[in-house]
Antibody
Framework: EVQLVESGGGLVQPGGSLRLSCAASGFTFTSHNMKWVRQAPGKGLEWVSH????????FYADSVKGRFTVSRDNPGNSLYLHMSSLRAEDTAVYYC????????????WGQGTLVTVSS | QSVLTQEASVSGTVGQKVTLTCLGNSNNIGRNPVGWYQQISHGAPKTVVFGNSRPSGIPDRFSGSRSGTTASLTISGLQPEDEADYYCSTWDYGLSVAAFGGGTKLTVL
């Protein structure tokens, strides 16, 4: 069974940093690109970042470019999102999701982890 | 403003067939399969269709299609448990982003 389990969310002050983790299991992690997607309170889904299998093709939404860094540990079956210079507008539930391999569509999602940026 | 455009709301009765649409352009839907994601009461999203496929466990009343720069999600035989927000998404090669629609709120009357 495919499982994606996020962790690392919490309350952080504006300007602070946080690292999110996503533990993957039930599939061959090295066969799939991965994405982070977030959802602010009362808003729709917003793509954050994409990382390919070998960490050679990495993309970010303009809203997080230069502040967030995505990485993966293939032997450890883990995906990460290091977030810095956090702003109130980064407050959201962050989901990791598995790329299906079909045009960047996603086939499995984690349960999400809440990040709250507030003083 | 979202790269992909979806209806804000759609409604239907139990047993009815409903179609949700997702409008894009030649850089996204015109080039790529589309994923459709269901979100019930702001829980974790669940994929109902990606391309022409469904993840295991998704009922076959959910189907996806694409024509030109428009994608559609059809639910044949609407059920009360299908009431949810639905989002479409695909890769946009022009912007190098994963484009999402703003979401459609589906109400089962």
């Amino acid at each position: 069974e495919v499982q994606l389990v996020e962790s690392g969310g919490g309350l952080v002050q504006p300007g602070g940093s946080l690292r999110l983790s996503c533990a993957a299991s039930g599939f061959t992690f090295t066969s799939h690109n991965m994405k982070w997607v977030r959802q602010a309170p009362g808003k729709g889904l917003e793509w954050v970042s994409h990382i390919d299998i070998r960490s050679t093709m990495i993309f970010y939404a303009d809203s997080v470019k230069g502040r967030f860094t995505v990485s993966r540990d293939n032997p450890g079956n883990s995906l990460y999102l290091h977030m810095s210079s956090l702003r109130a507008e980064d407050t959201a539930v962050y989901y990791c999701a598995r790329d299906s391999g079909l045009g960047g569509t996603l086939d499995y999602w984690g349960q999400g982890t809440l990040v709250t940026v507030s003083s | 403003q979202s790269v992909l455009t979806q209806e804000a709301s759609v409604s239907g009765t139990v047993g009815q067939k409903v179609t949700l649409t997702c409008l894009g352009n030649s850089n996204n839907i015109g080039r790529n399969p589309v994923g459709w994601y269901q979100q019930i009461s702001h829980g974790a999203p669940k994929t109902v269709v990606f391309g022409n496929s469904r993840p295991s466990g998704i009922p076959d009343r959910f189907s996806g299609s694409r024509s030109g720069t428009t994608a559609s999600l059809t639910i044949s035989g609407l059920q009360p448990e299908d009431e949810a927000d639905y989002y479409c998404s695909t890769w946009d090669y022009g912007l190098s982003v994963a484009a999402f629609g703003g979401g459609t709120k589906l109400t089962v009357l």
